[in-house]
């Protein structure tokens, strides 16, 4: 059965209240996680997400998931300089003005998640695959399979920012060093570290502490995340970067704020309070045990 065919049934269903969006997450959880979840005394990180999607305060997830108005957060907290630039939004793929792009540009939904397209030759897209791609993307009712609510509240658009150079990061990765920074109530803690992405296949992964020393023991590697070929070398941005993740994190028992750094300035890409879902499969019960710890609940 293709996903297309999944979210249909299982929209269904939920339409018909035979599957609340507590039940799609409990079995989700079990499909990836191959045990049985228990939300209502969450321990580790993936629990306690799901805790705060069903029980929790989530007044501001919608505006914080929303890739384009998460931007008005940002540019409050900390200051329009750390926002990547952004060249146009467009609430169908009709309205979309091609002439009005550059030659290079990164295009995405505001309520996605990974569905983006990278363009490094606007004389070499396929406009027409594009323009399918979105229509479908926007038709998508996202959150529904994964049991987040949050998302129905988010008007769908599309979005063009800039492309950012990539070509001078560290340990020669073959892409832009996405930057994932775990904080809790304001205060990070770890740093997941992705680079020399293709495509969607695979890219590498490396996890480091505050003060980067690193922890290849908190993660499960797989034919899609391998292990760094080697150690990343800390950013000189470091100190920015965890300053800006605990101003943007701070009324949030949990949160990943995902950072580039681009010849010294640091760009935020986007505000994650629900990761995978909360069915987090490539790190160890280890790993997400501590995470799960750092992440203080009403009921702790």
């Known amino acids: 059965m293709s996903k297309t065919m999944i979210l249909f049934f299982v929209s269904f269903l939920v339409r018909l209240h035979i599957l609340t969006p507590i039940?799609?997450?409990?079995l989700k959880f079990f499909y990836k996680l191959h045990r049985w979840?228990?939300?209502e005394l969450p321990k580790d990180i993936n629990e306690k997400i799901n805790w705060m999607k069903f029980y929790g305060d989530?007044?501001?997830?919608?505006?914080?998931?929303?890739k384009y108005r998460v931007r008005e957060y940002v540019a409050e907290k900390i200051g329009e300089e750390y926002l990547i630039p952004l060249i146009g939004k467009w609430d169908t793929v009709d309205d979309i003005d091609w002439d009005q792009l550059p030659q290079q540009f990164v295009m995405k939904c505001n309520n996605s998640s990974g569905d983006v397209v990278v363009c490094t030759?606007?004389?070499?897209?396929?406009?027409?695959?594009?323009?399918?791609?979105f229509r479908k993307n926007l038709q998508t009712p996202y959150g529904i399979l994964t049991g987040e609510e949050h998302?129905?509240?988010?008007?769908?658009?599309?979005?063009?920012?800039e492309l950012l150079d990539g070509s001078t990061q560290p340990n020669k990765s073959q892409s832009l060093v996405d930057y994932k920074i775990w904080s809790f109530n304001g205060k990070p803690e770890f740093i997941v570290c992705y680079g020399s992405r293709h495509d969607k296949y695979y890219c590498e992964i490396g996890v480091y502490?505050?003060?980067?020393?690193a922890h290849p023991e908190y993660l499960c590697y797989s034919s899609h995340y391998i292990p760094e070929q080697k150690l990343m070398p800390k950013p000189a941005s470091l100190d920015t970067m965890l300053r800006i993740a605990s101003i943007l994190s701070k009324e949030h028992p949990q949160m990943r704020v995902d950072l580039y750094d681009v010849n010294g300035h640091v760009y935020v890409g986007e505000l994650t309070l629900t990761s995978s879902g909360g069915y987090m499969n490539h790190f160890t019960q280890a790993f997400l045990d501590k995470l799960g710890q750092f992440t203080v609940l009403p009921i702790d």
Do not use: G, M
């Open 209 to 213: 502490d505050r003060n980067w020393d």
């Open 58 to 66: 989530t007044s501001q997830w919608s505006l914080l998931a929303d």
């Open 23 to 26: 039940r799609v997450a409990r």
């Open 121 to 133: 030759d606007k004389k070499t897209l396929d406009k027409k695959k594009t323009l399918q791609h």
């Open 151 to 161: 998302y129905k509240q988010i008007r769908p658009c599309i979005i063009a920012e």
């Open 37 to 39: 979840p228990d939300f």
